[in-house]
């Protein structure tokens, strides 16, 4: 069982910066890809970035791209999403999540209790 806990929101405004944190509790950590998500109100969650198990591979959602940067430390059981230059449209509760397997798929097996992000313009 997995359990995760994220960290790092807050208010910023238009062009700044946040750096989102996930803490992960399974020692099988390094075994599975991660994920960032996130729910603004009235929509839909949405994918943001995910890495896989040795966090050689990445992916990042096209409304991200160049501004979002998802990493890893294994050795602190850690999933990292850096996020520069935000913009309002970025405000929404972010979700960190644990995949069933080491590379990137659409399985996600654990979820986080999400932190806010609000974006200020």
């Known amino acids: 069982q997995v359990q995760l806990v994220e960290s790092g929101g807050g208010l910023v405004q238009a062009g700044g910066s946040l750096r989102l944190s996930c803490a992960a509790s399974?020692?099988?950590?390094?075994?599975?890809?991660m994920g960032w998500f996130r729910q603004a109100p009235g929509k839909e969650r949405e994918f943001v970035a995910a890495i896989s198990g040795s966090g050689g591979s990445t992916s990042h959602a096209d409304s991200v791209k160049g501004r979002f940067t998802i990493s890893r430390d294994n050795a602190k059981n850690t999933v990292l999403l850096q996020m520069d230059n935000l913009k309002p449209e970025d405000t929404a509760v972010y979700y960190c999540?644990?995949?069933?397997?080491?590379?990137?798929?659409?399985?996600?097996?654990?979820w986080g209790q999400g932190t806010q992000v609000t974006v200020s313009s």
């Open positions: 999540a644990a995949g069933q397997v080491a590379f990137i798929t659409s399985r996600y097996i654990a």
């Open positions: 399974a020692r099988t950590f390094s075994s599975r890809a």
